[in-house]
């Protein structure tokens, strides 16, 4: 009789076992997007969180040293999310649309530099602080803040206005062109270089008077570097040396850094430049 009880319990057992493995289901009844491959191993399939709802993407960034606002830090943040920073006229009848501008124009925080580990939501939230909350557009991917609840009263309509003024010309000066360099001539681009440097000239300046499509400033700034390392005293693409004349070879695309790699590049020779000034005493740290 035992052994007719364990028999029947093998068959049971093998025929479990030799059952097709499917995608299991949750006791919601939604498919939980695990397919089983074998007793001990899962693929997942479908999209992942994070990509059906970014604002759950993990961060993992340093905000560059020449971004100093909380506004420039949004924006660097928000960019490759695809979403943006609602900064925009259409709501200023709204009494309080000019709250934001109050965070905006802030000092970045040091400790804020560095958003890691978090996932964009928390580093919306980060960036405003105890006093301001982040609204997300989830149809227009646009995020605006509003003062939290008790901190109006730190806030008056006087300093909303000085605020907004100044963050409103600050956007128009990154969108302003250098004025005190000339166009590249036809005959430079003809002859693919720049030069001589100016005493003043700036690697930035020069780069903004390059047609080179489908690059961000710092991969142009990067390009540059790399193709005139005689231009450069220390080996720090801040430090352009006058008389230089620069070489503009054809840009191989596959040969450059990503949009990430180049802008951390061009911060790292930002803080060296500054730590030689420091150490110099040009500026004070």
Not at 248 to 277: G, M, N
Request: glycine share 4%; charged share 25%; aromatic share 8%.
């Amino acid at each position: 009789m035992r052994e007719t009880v364990i028999d029947r319990w093998v068959a049971i057992l093998t025929m479990i076992f030799a059952l097709p493995l499917t995608v299991q289901a949750n006791t919601t009844g939604t498919a939980d997007s695990r397919i089983l491959e074998s007793r001990y191993l899962t693929v997942q399939v479908g999209p992942e969180v994070a990509k059906t709802d970014l604002l759950k993407s993990i961060v993992d960034l340093r905000v560059p040293e020449k971004i100093t606002t909380v506004g420039g830090a949004l924006d660097f943040l928000l960019r490759p999310y695809g979403f943006q920073l609602d900064d925009s006229h259409e709501v200023d009848e709204q009494p309080e649309a000019d709250e934001q501008y109050l965070l905006l124009v802030l000092t970045l925080p040091e400790p804020h530099r560095n958003l890691e580990s978090m996932t964009l939501m928390d580093a919306l939230t980060t960036l405003g602080g105890k006093s301001f909350l982040p609204l997300i557009n989830p149809v227009k991917r646009s995020v605006r803040y509003q003062l939290r609840e008790g901190f109006d009263q730190f806030a008056t309509a006087e300093d909303m206005e000085v605020a907004k003024q100044e963050w409103l010309d600050q956007k128009e000066m990154n969108l302003l062109p250098p004025r005190d360099l000339e166009p590249i001539s036809a005959a430079q681009q003809e002859h693919q270089t720049y030069g001589p440097v100016q005493r003043g000239d700036s690697l930035s300046h020069i780069a903004s008077q390059l047609n080179l499509t489908g690059m961000t400033i710092d991969q142009v700034l990067v390009y540059l570097f790399r193709a005139n390392p005689h231009a450069f005293a220390n080996g720090n693409m801040n430090h352009l040396l006058a008389g230089k004349v620069l070489k503009i070879p054809p840009v191989h695309p596959e040969t450059l850094p990503t949009a990430f790699e180049a802008s951390q590049l061009v911060d790292e020779h930002y803080r060296l430049w500054k730590k030689r000034l420091w150490i110099q005493r040009e500026v004070t740290p």
